[in-house]
């Protein structure tokens, strides 16, 4: 049924809950298995002198291939077919749920796991959901894992 499932990812262990279901999948219908990471470009406008912004982005970005490094080794001493995509946003002009849903249809994948926090309320408020957006958006189906 799924050829290609895409994996989203953070440094969450709901994110690595949602990694070993998508293994489990790609296994089960002997798909494709991609995962990503989205890092935020950063944009801090306020900060001011003596910040070496081209040394911080760097250090994200070094930060976001070597999470993606360790997702992948992991799928592949479970034996998945896979691959790993780093994926930058800037927060000024995208959102990391559009950005997820864009590889999504490009790659072309026929599912998104994306692990959710759950928050509700104030945190919510603060915080957003980036699964929820997902969800709202996605014209595939999105396998949600709730963290415990």
């Not at 997702?71 to 930058?88: F, G, P, S, V, Y």
Request: proline share 3%; aromatic share 6%; with cysteine.
């Amino acid at each position: 049924m799924y050829q290609n499932i895409l994996v989203a990812i953070d440094d969450s262990d709901t994110s690595m809950q949602a990694l070993h279901e998508a293994i489990a999948l790609s296994k089960v219908h002997h798909a494709k298995l991609r995962i990503i990471h989205v890092g935020n470009e950063f944009y801090a406008p306020y900060l001011g002198t003596g910040v070496d912004y081209e040394k911080l982005e760097a250090s994200f970005k070094e930060y976001g291939q070597k999470l993606l490094n360790k997702m992948l080794t992991i799928a592949r001493e479970q034996n998945a077919d896979c691959d790993a995509q780093l994926l930058e946003v800037n927060p000024a002009h995208e959102r990391v749920a559009d950005k997820i849903i864009t590889a999504a249809k490009n790659w072309p994948a026929n599912l998104i796991v994306i692990g959710t926090h759950g928050r509700r309320g104030f945190q919510h408020l603060l915080l957003g959901s980036v699964a929820e957006g997902v969800v709202r958006n996605a014209s595939m189906p999105v396998l949600l894992i709730r963290s415990k």
